[in-house]
Nanobody
Framework: VHVVESGGGLVQPGGSLRLSCAASGFTFSSYGMGWYRQAPGKERELVARISSGGYTYYADAVEGRCTISRDNAKNTVYLQMNSLKPEDTAVYYC????????WGQGTQVTVSS
């Protein structure tokens, strides 16, 4: 099982980014997927998750600014982030609950002017 994030980078406040997570080694369409983030000195926290059936959940901090989606044909889950704030700066991780759970290596998102 592998999950590999991409799409992070440096963006100005108010900007947008789309993160991607490519999954392999399991039946992607059968599992929910999640995006988490960890800022320096803070615990890892849930950003958004999407079920195998497409139901979504968002943390209060990103509700209305982020959209999680999935493309089962591409085994990929996305996180579209808009109206980014400096407090969104963190390493963003993709997660699948398959077996005991698998994490990607993370992708850095930095929101700064």
């Amino acid at each position: 099982v592998h999950v590999v994030e991409s799409g992070g980078g440096l963006v100005q406040p108010g900007g947008s980014l789309r993160l991607s997570c490519a999954a392999s080694g399991f039946t992607f369409s059968s599992y929910g997927m999640g995006w988490y983030r960890q800022a320096p000195g803070k615990e890892r926290e849930l950003v958004a998750r999407i079920s195998s059936g497409g139901y979504t959940y968002y943390a209060d901090a990103v509700e209305g600014r982020c959209t999680i989606s999935r493309d089962n044909a591409k085994n990929t889950v996305y996180l579209q982030m808009n109206s980014l704030k400096p407090e969104d700066t963190a390493v963003y991780y993709c997660y699948t609950p398959k077996d005991h759970g698998y994490w990607g290596q993370g992708t850095q998102v930095t929101v700064s002017s």
